[in-house]
C-alpha cells in the first residue's frame, strides 16, 4: 500500500461535529488546507493530511486536547455498509468479527485485532501511531458510541491504553470515555468486559448478512483498485525523467505482466495513458503555480520530448498556454 487513506465520510463526520461544537468549521478546513468540495467528494483522502487538520483545529479552538472533546460531537456512525453488516450478525461478537474484516473501508489506519485471553478481552493495535493523538482520542468516543449503540447499551468500556504520552487529566479521560485511561502505553487497548461478546443482536438477517458482506467485500475490492491506481501514479513519477515512461517500464517496475496492468486498470475504470495523462497535467500545474523552474525545464521533468507537444497537452487539460496558467496562479 502506499500511501494510507481514509474513506470520504470521516471527514464529512468531523466537519459535522464541528459545526455541532460552534467552531468555524470552514476557518478550520481552509487552515489545513481542505476545501469545502472535499465533503462531496467520494474520493478517499490521505491519512498524513489529518496531522494538519488537527493542528489548524487546536490553534483555533484554543484546546489542547481538540481530538477528545471533539469526538464528544461527532454524529452516531450510522448509514453505512458496517453498520449494517453489523447489525446483521447474530451477535455482537459476530459483528464485532465482521466488521474487523472491512475496517479497512473506513481508514487504513485502522489495524485493529479482537485479543480473548482467560482473564481480558480487548481490541489491540487500533491506531498505533502517536503522532496522531487526536485521531485516536476522537476514534475511541466514536468506538465507544457506536459500540454501545448496537449493544443496545450493554457495552461497557474497562480501560484504554494510548501510546502518546502527553494528554487530558485523568478525571476529563474518566468523563468522557467513562473509564481509566492509560497513556504511554505500546500499543492502544480499548478493554471489555467478554460477555458482551455473546449479547444477541435483535435485528440479525441471515439474508441480509449475506447481501452486506457481498457489499463491504465488493468495497475492499474497489480499495484495491485504488491502491493499484496509485501504485502505477508512483511508478510513473520514478520513471518520468528518465523518458522511457510507458505501460511496460511501469508494469516492469511494478513486477506485473503489461497485459495484466492493462486489464487491471480497465477493471479500475481508468487506463494507463489516463493516468499516465493526469499525473502529468498534476505535476505540470504545480511546477508552473508553486516554482520558478523554466518551462522548458518543466517539459524535461513531465517527460515529454517535445516543448510543443507540452504546450498542446497543457492547452487541451486546461484551456490555457503554460505561461497564462502560471501568470494566473503566480499573480
Keep these: 500500500m502506499s500511501e494510507r487513506t481514509d474513506a470520504a465520510i470521516l471527514l464529512r463526520f468531523v466537519y459535522q461535529a464541528m459545526r455541532n461544537a460552534g467552531l468555524p468549521a470552514e476557518q478550520v478546513l481552509m487552515g489545513a488546507g481542505v476545501g469545502l468540495n472535499h465533503l462531496d467528494a467520494n474520493r478517499r483522502t490521505p491519512s498524513a493530511a489529518q496531522l494538519a487538520f488537527w493542528q489548524s483545529a487546536e490553534k483555533i479552538s484554543k484546546d489542547r486536547h481538540i481530538g477528545l472533546h471533539l469526538g464528544e460531537h461527532l454524529p452516531l456512525y450510522r448509514g453505512q455498509v458496517l453498520e449494517y453488516l453489523f447489525l446483521s450478525s447474530s451477535t455482537f461478537g459476530e459483528g464485532l468479527k465482521r466488521v474487523l474484516a472491512y475496517q479497512r473501508l473506513i481508514s487504513d489506519m485502522l489495524q485493529a485485532q479482537l485479543v480473548i485471553n482467560e482473564d481480558e478481552c480487548y481490541l489491540a493495535n487500533m491506531l498505533n501511531d502517536a503522532t496522531f493523538r487526536h485521531t485516536a482520542e476522537c476514534i475511541i468516543v466514536a468506538v465507544l458510541r457506536f459500540f454501545r449503540f448496537v449493544s443496545e447499551g450493554q457495552f461497557q468500556p474497562l480501560m484504554v491504553y494510548f501510546t502518546h504520552e502527553e494528554g487530558a487529566n485523568a478525571e476529563e479521560y474518566e468523563r468522557v470515555y467513562g473509564c481509566p485511561v492509560v497513556l504511554g502505553a505500546e500499543e492502544i487497548r480499548l478493554y471489555f468486559k467478554p460477555e458482551v ?135
Excluded: M
Design 197 to 331: 461478546l455473546n449479547t444477541r443482536i435483535w435485528q440479525a438477517e441471515p439474508e441480509l448478512l449475506r447481501f452486506h458482506e457481498q457489499l463491504a467485500h465488493e468495497k475492499l475490492q474497489e480499495l484495491a483498485r485504488f491502491d493499484l491506481v496509485a501504485e502505477v501514479r508512483r511508478a510513473i513519477g520514478e520513471s518520468l525523467e528518465s523518458g522511457t515512461t510507458s505501460l511496460e517500464t511501469v508494469a516492469k517496475r511494478l513486477n506485473i505482466a503489461p497485459r495484466r496492468l492493462r486489464s487491471q486498470l480497465t477493471e479500475a475504470n481508468t487506463s494507463f495513458n489516463q493516468v499516465l495523462a493526469d499525473y502529468r497535467c498534476r505535476l505540470a500545474k504545480r511546477l508552473l503555480a508553486q516554482t520558478s523552474e523554466s518551462i522548458e525545464q518543466i517539459v524535461y521533468l513531465t517527460g515529454f520530448s517535445e516543448p510543443s507537444t507540452f504546450y498542446r497537452a497543457f492547452k487541451r487539460w486546461t484551456n490555457l498556454t503554460p505561461i497564462e496558467y502560471r501568470k494566473k496562479k503566480q499573480g
